[in-house]
């Protein structure tokens, strides 16, 4: 397949409720959609799922399109490629930028799919014809409201809650949502608060029957967590460390995690997340699929992954209600009892982009044809 034009579009929508974390507080999201056209007509859909800041990971919302505009895209233009495991080889010598590949390669593999009238879920071999759903729960400082927006999820199936924590906002927190849902499954993610001089606190979690503990220290810190996986008995779990399958090669190495959250975004795309599927399924590692609140074109990258035989826990795709008044595409992907339905017979990615409700959110446009 060769791709002749690429456009990217910046795109906002309001949250329908503001998310804080250990690091952030976001009342919209802002993510680059890529669409490319192939020589043959045919078209793609892809969503680069990096944050507007910083905080979460180096890579941003502007850092994408100016990787895209710069260097991924010209890279790509025009080169002929047979096969999804070719596009990222295109990308050559362009380091690190995992989400801004993320989009292009997802786009492209949307179009891939389409022209060989096969769905995404289906290409990359999934077999679950329902995903597990949870929900990833901000910071709210009132724990009344907790407990209402927990009931809420529960009332409508959700298969497990986490929740963000953060120095000041932990022990006392989870201990209190653990004592009013003695069963819930229920992890919580510090997006990298603390540090080893935090480890009394993090051992304390050991006691509240947690399925996991999410990214507690540094991102760039995979020592660290292995000495303190060492301390603890509920499973470590990385997200922000992991950026490729050779990261996750080196974690499982030396013991710093014993779960692994997949998000293709950050990983560089959907073809290296399904790598590091394979790479933890041979060994049962359980992995989950992650979520960056991704409009419809990267939810259904995730949904289509998810349904991977691996992917053993509930993960943090939730229905597109959860997180947006109208999304960006049709069908909306919404759970049902917990699980969201998983698309083999629609080919590529199986939802498609309303351009009208797309351009009235774009903010900047940009064509490789122009
Ligand atoms: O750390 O998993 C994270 C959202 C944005 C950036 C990082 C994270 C998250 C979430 C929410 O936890 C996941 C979602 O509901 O999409
Ligand atoms: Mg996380």
Same mark, same amino acid.
């Given at each position: 397949?060769?791709?002749?034009?690429?456009?990217?579009?910046?795109?906002?929508?309001?949250?329908?409720?503001?998310? $804080?974390?250990?690091?952030?507080?976001?009342?919209?999201?802002?993510?680059?959609?890529? $669409?490319?056209? +192939?020589?043959?007509?045919?078209?793609? *859909?892809?969503?680069?799922?990096?944050?507007?800041?910083?905080?979460?990971?180096?890579?941003? /919302?502007?850092?994408?399109?100016?990787?895209?505009?710069?260097?991924?895209?010209?890279?790509?233009?025009?080169?002929?490629?047979?096969?999804?495991?070719? !596009?990222?080889?295109?990308?050559?010598?362009?380091?690190?930028?995992?989400?801004?590949?993320?989009?292009?390669?997802?786009?492209?593999?949307?179009? *891939?799919?389409?022209?060989?009238?096969?769905?995404?879920?289906?290409?990359?071999?999934?077999?679950?014809?329902?995903?597990?759903?949870?929900?990833? %729960? =901000?910071?709210?400082?009132?724990?009344? $409201?907790?407990?209402?927006? !927990?009931?809420?999820? %529960?009332?409508?199936?959700? +298969?497990?809650?986490?929740?963000?924590?953060?120095?000041?906002?932990?022990?006392?927190?989870?201990?209190?949502?653990?004592?009013?849902?003695?069963?819930?499954?229920?992890?919580?993610?510090?997006?990298?608060?603390?540090?080893?001089?935090?480890?009394?606190?993090?051992?304390?979690?050991?006691?509240?029957?947690?399925?996991?503990?999410?990214?507690?220290? =540094?991102?760039?810190?995979?020592?660290?967590? +292995?000495?303190?996986?060492?301390?603890?008995?509920?499973? %470590?779990?990385?997200?922000?460390?992991?950026?490729?399958?050779?990261?996750?090669?080196?974690?499982?190495?030396?013991? #710093?995690?014993?779960?692994?959250?997949?998000?293709?975004?950050?990983?560089?795309?959907?073809?290296?997340?399904?790598?590091?599927?394979?790479?933890?399924?041979?060994?049962?590692?359980?992995?989950?699929?992650?979520?960056?609140?991704?409009?419809?074109?990267?939810? #259904?990258?995730?949904?289509?992954?998810?349904?991977?035989?691996?992917?053993?826990?509930?993960?943090?795709?939730?229905?597109?209600?959860?997180?947006?008044?109208?999304?960006?595409?049709?069908?909306?992907?919404?759970?049902?009892?917990? /699980?969201?339905?998983?698309?083999?017979?629609?080919?590529?990615?199986?939802?498609?982009?309303?351009?009208?409700?797309?351009?009235?959110?774009?903010?900047?446009? *940009?064509?490789?044809?122009?």
């Amino acid at each position: 397949m060769r791709i002749s034009q690429v456009e990217l579009r910046k795109v906002s929508l309001p949250l329908v409720r503001p998310f $804080r974390t250990s690091s952030s507080y976001r009342q919209s999201i802002t993510h680059v959609l890529v $669409r490319v056209q +192939a020589e043959s007509g045919q078209v793609g *859909w892809g969503e680069c799922s990096a944050p507007v800041d910083p905080y979460y990971c180096a890579e941003t /919302t502007g850092t994408c399109w100016h990787i895209l505009k710069e260097f991924l895209v010209p890279s790509l233009l025009e080169q002929d490629w047979r096969e999804p495991g070719e !596009i990222a080889p295109l990308f050559g010598p362009i380091k690190g930028n995992r989400f801004a590949r993320a989009g292009l390669e997802m786009a492209c593999i949307d179009a *891939w799919c389409r022209e060989n009238g096969l769905s995404v879920a289906r290409w990359l071999g999934g077999i679950r014809a329902r995903i597990e759903s949870g929900v990833s %729960l =901000g910071i709210e400082t009132d724990l009344g $409201r907790l407990f209402a927006i !927990i009931d809420q999820h %529960l009332a409508e199936g959700y +298969a497990r809650i986490k929740l963000k924590i953060a120095p000041g906002h932990d022990l006392n927190l989870v201990r209190s949502v653990r004592s009013a849902y003695p069963s819930l499954k229920l992890q919580v993610d510090a997006n990298s608060a603390y540090t080893l001089t935090d480890t009394n606190t993090l051992r304390q979690l050991d006691d509240l029957q947690l399925l996991l503990i999410e990214q507690p220290l =540094g991102d760039d810190d995979l020592i660290d967590h +292995a000495e303190l996986q060492k301390q603890l008995v509920t499973p %470590l779990c990385l997200d922000e460390s992991l950026h490729s399958l050779d990261d996750v090669r080196k974690a499982l190495q030396i013991q #710093a995690c014993r779960v692994v959250n997949i998000k293709p975004g950050r990983v560089g795309g959907l073809v290296e997340a399904r790598r590091i599927h394979d790479y933890c399924q041979a060994r049962t590692i359980p992995v989950w699929c992650g979520g960056m609140h991704e409009f419809g074109i990267g939810r #259904a990258a995730n949904v289509a992954l998810a349904s991977l035989p691996g992917f053993s826990l509930p993960g943090d795709v939730s229905g597109s209600s959860k997180y947006f008044e109208h999304d960006l595409v049709t069908p909306a992907i919404e759970a049902e009892r917990g /699980t969201i339905f998983v698309y083999y017979e629609q080919p590529g990615l199986g939802v498609e982009p309303q351009l009208d409700r797309i351009e009235h959110h774009t903010t900047a446009f *940009w064509s490789s044809a122009s």
